[in-house]
């Protein structure tokens, strides 16, 4: 079966800068992947996503310039820098065959999620 599994979550001070990973299972290979966030009482937001090569990356507004997306085979991260209390919120690795996908309507279509993993940034 399609597996995602998130890890890298947990409590950090605004400032940091932990690296959230994502390993990806049962067929998941070489498609574009991404990261979601969503806070209590808001909708699902694109964080970011990367092509199933790696070589182009996709941002949302709000995190240019902090968050930083890579890949490598089976395994997708994000390095998140400059953290804000804003920025609490549970992240979701997402994948599918479309990159497009991830970057429309907060990723009603895309086809696969993991479980997600809480990230919550202190002040």
């Known amino acids: 079966q399609v597996q995602l599994v998130e890890s890298g979550g947990g409590l950090v001070q605004a400032g940091g800068s932990p690296r959230l990973s994502c390993a990806a299972s049962?067929?998941?290979?070489?498609?574009?992947m991404g990261w979601f966030r969503q806070a209590p009482g808001k909708e699902r937001e694109f964080v970011a996503a990367?092509?199933?090569?790696?070589?182009s990356t996709y941002y949302a507004d709000s995190v240019r310039g902090r968050f930083t997306i890579s890949r490598a085979a089976a395994k997708e991260y994000l390095q998140m820098n400059s953290l804000r209390p804003e920025d609490t919120a549970v992240y979701y690795c997402?994948?599918?065959?479309?990159?497009?996908?991830?970057?429309?309507?907060?990723?009603?279509?895309?086809?696969?999620w993991g479980q997600g993993t809480q990230v919550t940034v202190s002040s």
């Open positions: 990367i092509s199933g090569n790696g070589r």
């Open positions: 997402a994948a599918d065959a479309d990159i497009a996908t991830m970057r429309i309507e907060n990723g009603l279509a895309v086809d696969y």
């Open positions: 049962g067929g998941i290979f070489n498609i574009a």
